[in-house]
């Protein structure tokens, strides 16, 4: 009777065992695969915030420009400084540059939040 117990006490425990075990092994599969998950959009945020950077960099410069051009013209003196389609199309250059440079930063700004929140 006892020795018949303690198998059974034995068995039941073995499968108990076994059972946490499997669970254990699941549940450190699931850990990893979301691991692998999380690295690669990792990856891919940083590759993001990198190609937003660079579109940044890339607008400074005809930004810098067009802001130049439009100061050179403001300092002509008297009869050489006039409002004509060449001042329109500078003013309209740089307000797209701004434009387009804001709206960069913005999803730069997005893509470093998401990046702080894997």
């Known amino acids: 009777q006892v ?9 039941v425990t073995d499968e108990a065992f076994s059972k946490r075990l499997d669970e254990v092994k699941e549940a450190k599969g699931k850990l990893e695969n979301q691991k692998s998950e999380t690295i690669v959009k990792i990856q891919e945020i940083d590759n993001t915030i990198r190609s937003l950077e660079q579109a940044v960099m890339a607008k400074q410069g005809p930004l810098a420009t067009c802001q130049a051009k439009i ?6 003196p008297g009869a050489e400084y006039c409002h004509d ?12 540059l701004l434009e387009i440079i804001n709206k960069l930063e913005a999803g730069l700004g997005q893509a470093k939040q998401c990046y702080g929140q894997l």
């Open 85 to 96: 389609e060449v001042d329109d199309q500078l003013a309209r250059e740089q307000r797209n």
């Open 3 to 11: 020795a018949s117990n303690l198998k059974t006490s034995c068995e």
């Open 71 to 76: 100061h050179q013209r403001r300092l002509r």
